[in-house]
């Protein structure tokens, strides 16, 4: 397996389009990089340059709008669950000082006759950015579908249906963020942008961590930067399949540190798509995943109540 820098890289087109034999080899890299680093880089994903170029193009435009405008698409009742945060209001869970980000956060459009559609919030739209609502559903279902190959993946690895994830996440509860992290302008009061946590979700798909600054905890208590070739995502795993599967897949721990001081003025941006499940998925541990060893960890809970208590817990959900 490939290693560029401190996570391994695998190539998604060996699952989607490769034979048999590269198929199973495909599960097994991947199984074992969750296992044991909890995070990859993906070649061949699926979704093309040109749309992620759009979309940074529209992120970009969006936060250099004025202050007040993209207050105007900040919606506090929604928890930040849909348009704009400001900066300084989400915290890692544990930590009391904002992180230094502001955000924008795109969900579910549900177009077949779903009940489900009534439990989301509308999206966002910016009036300034015809562009930007569509650009954003387009990177939304490529993502969607990108994360499906990869946990029809682990599904195998784990001994499940291949599709057993499908029925959860068709028309799942994900999110699309885009981050800003501006410029830094005076002598920071810690060298984090965004505090130590791991992701709440099943899997992130990142696009962009190719920007330094992302870091991610090893096995000896380490932090090791993360980076990754223009053409890769970044893909972690979640607490929810880190729950799912009694710890045996890793959600590691990371955070995004400040740049050095000639980079201060750079903004940073990055854009995590959090693999949400519908709300009644169960998380409760796979039967093969608690053994003598591995005693269950956890207690019982679906997606819905798990990501409630995390969205208080990091100060988005009063
Ligand atoms: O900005 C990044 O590269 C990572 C952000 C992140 O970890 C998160 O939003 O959960
Ligand atoms: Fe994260």
Request: with cysteine; charged share 20%; proline share 7%.
């Amino acid at each position: 397996m490939a290693i560029t820098h401190s996570i391994p890289v695998v190539d998604l087109a060996a699952f989607t389009s490769g034979d048999a034999a590269s198929k199973a080899a495909f599960v097994e890299q991947l199984g074992k990089a969750y296992e044991e680093v909890g995070f990859v880089a993906v070649k061949n994903h699926g979704i093309s340059d040109d749309l992620i170029a759009k979309l940074y193009k529209y992120v970009q435009l969006f936060f250099t709008l004025p202050s007040d405008i993209k207050r105007s698409y900040e919606i506090p009742e929604l928890a930040g669950q849909r348009g704009y945060t400001s900066f300084g209001k989400e915290h890692a869970k544990g930590y009391d000082a904002p992180d230094l980000k502001e955000f924008f956060q795109f969900g579910q459009t549900v177009e077949d006759d779903d009940p489900i559609g009534a439990e989301y919030p509308p999206n966002v739209a910016v009036k300034e950015i015809p562009a930007f609502t569509p650009t954003f559903f387009d990177a939304y279902r490529g993502f969607e579908t990108s994360g499906k190959a990869l946990l029809q993946a682990i599904a195998i690895y784990l001994g499940l249906d291949e599709y057993y994830f499908d029925q959860f996440i068709h028309n799942g509860n994900s999110i699309l963020r885009a981050i800003h992290y501006p410029p830094i302008t005076e002598e920071p009061s810690s060298a984090i942008r965004a505090e130590q946590h791991e992701d709440i979700n099943l899997i992130t798909l990142l696009v962009g961590a190719s920007a330094d600054g992302l870091q991610i905890l090893d096995k000896q208590n380490n932090w090791v930067p993360v980076t990754s070739l223009p053409e890769q995502i970044v893909v972690n795993v979640g607490d929810m399949l880190q729950r799912l599967t009694n710890n045996r897949l890793k959600s590691t721990t990371h955070r995004v540190v400040n740049p050095p001081r000639e980079m201060w003025h750079t903004s940073r941006y990055s854009i995590p798509f959090f693999l949400h499940p519908k709300s009644e998925m169960p998380l409760n541990a796979l039967e093969s995943c608690v053994t003598a060893e591995h005693p269950l960890a956890y207690e019982p809970i679906t997606a819905g109540e798990y990501l409630d208590e995390r969205l208080r817990e990091i100060g988005l959900k009063k």
